[in-house]
């Protein structure tokens, strides 16, 4: 089975280069009701192909999904149509495996078809108590195991409330009761785990967010001398907004500074020979990105950032390298981090890794890779890495910068990757060189 997923899962796209563009166009952002359409296909896609790959894998032969109006499961608002949005008072979503190859069953008990993606199975005229008339299509159906997200490891599985969980069980005839299983595989592997529809249009969306990077990290945004940390934050959020996007996160904009003791960010002015540095992500058609950059401003007579710097953003480059070659099928994310470490250390690179799943959030389902407080083994890092998921390659690297007499400077790099199963590849390049302000 998992051969055979492999296979129908692979990615249909390669990256044009390794290299990230410096000053990329922008690509076209969609209207509304264009992603509407594109989001509801893919959506239609994942149902037929991912939940039957997964509950099959599994062996689970019903999942149930409850949750009420603005209290939405994690793994439901992902699977709401772009016109739903809403779990309307209480909606609750079955999916029933009948066996025999035969298609998976998708019900929702509740007033409305979601899209015409769930056939809805309540008529409040004919049964109006909803929990009995989920008990009725639960008993007929007769489930040897029936899966809900409950999980005190990971929040992406632990979208059911309590009170919701009490009135499953106490709907369900006694026999029934002890078939009802809490975990969270099913919640994480459909999270973490893309298609190729997705995959295709995934650089795109990542393209996005380097072109604002590169607005940004210019005199479009900054004036040396008078633009601030904190200017240049909001000018992102705005910039975000402007274009008709969201953000999962409030951008970061620090500099780094010969002498400073450490990073400078808020009313902190940017000035001639500084580094600077940015955490960026945006939302667009589902999706997430998350992206470090660092640029330079050029100081009077320069064309470049000193050579000190430039090896500082190479060693990082070489940690990325360690990191993306670690990822092997199966191997639990801590055994990626310390892999990495290891490829790192032989390199002389004293460096902090600390990377995530990436996907419909931006700290996505799945195992992490290390955190920056934490880089030995972690309950976080236990689960396994798997085929067609898409990740943040974070990290940071410090180094001694000559020109700066030899101060320790921390190069903090994070790029969007895809694994397919056999190599990690970035989504839309990766940056190898700085931004240059002042030119």
Do not use: K
């Amino acid at each position: 089975m998992l051969l055979i997923l492999l296979v129908s899962f692979a990615a249909p796209w390669q990256p044009a280069s390794a290299q990230e563009e410096m000053h990329p166009a922008m690509p076209r952002i969609l209207p509304l009701r264009e992603r509407a359409e594109l989001q509801d296909g893919w959506l239609a896609r994942r149902l037929d192909a991912v939940v039957p790959a997964l509950m099959r894998e599994a062996g689970v032969d019903m999942w149930v999904l409850i949750a009420r109006e603005y209290l939405e499961d994690p793994v439901m608002t992902t699977m709401l149509n772009a016109t739903s949005m809403r779990a309307r008072r209480r909606t609750i979503l079955i999916f029933h495996d009948p066996g025999g190859g035969r298609p998976i069953e998708r019900l929702t008990v509740s007033r409305y078809g979601l899209g015409g993606l769930f056939a809805p199975a309540w008529d409040p005229a004919a049964q109006p108590d909803q929990w009995a008339r989920l008990a009725e299509l639960i008993v007929a159906r007769n489930p040897s195991t029936i899966r809900v997200n409950v999980s005190p490891a990971s929040a992406f599985g632990d979208g059911l409330t309590h009170s919701q969980y009490q009135a499953l069980i106490e709907a369900l005839p006694a026999r029934l009761r002890p078939r009802v299983q809490a975990s969270d595989d099913l919640a994480i592997g459909w999270l973490e785990r893309r298609i190729p529809e997705e995959m295709a249009r995934y650089p795109e969306i990542v393209r996005i967010a380097h072109a604002i990077i590169a607005e940004g990290f210019s005199r479009r945004a900054i004036r040396p001398g008078r633009t601030s940390a904190d200017d240049l934050v909001w000018w992102f959020r705005e910039r975000i907004a402007g274009l008709g996007l969201d953000t999962w996160f409030h951008p970061s904009v620090a500099i780094f500074r010969q002498g400073a003791a450490g990073p400078l960010d808020g009313d902190a002015v940017i000035q001639p020979g500084d580094m600077l540095w940015c955490d960026f992500g945006i939302t667009y058609l589902g999706l997430n990105t998350d992206t470090q950059h660092l640029a330079y401003v050029l100081r009077r007579g320069e064309r470049d950032a000193p050579a000190g710097l430039r090896l500082g953003l190479a060693a990082a480059n070489r940690a990325q390298d360690a990191v993306v070659a670690s990822f092997r099928t199966g191997l639990s994310g801590n055994a990626v981090l310390e892999a990495a470490r290891i490829r790192a250390g032989a390199q002389g690179l004293n460096a902090t890794i600390y990377s995530h799943p990436l996907g419909y959030h931006g700290h996505g389902a799945g195992p992490s890779i290390g955190f920056w407080d934490n880089q030995n083994a972690d309950p976080r890092g236990e689960g396994m890495v798997r085929p067609n998921t898409a990740w943040s390659v974070e990290l940071n690297v410090r180094q001694a910068v000559p020109e700066w007499g030899g101060q320790m400077v921390e190069f903090r790099l994070e790029e969007d990757a895809y694994y397919d199963g056999t190599s990690v590849r970035f989504l839309d390049g990766r940056l190898d060189r700085f931004h240059l302000i002042g030119r």
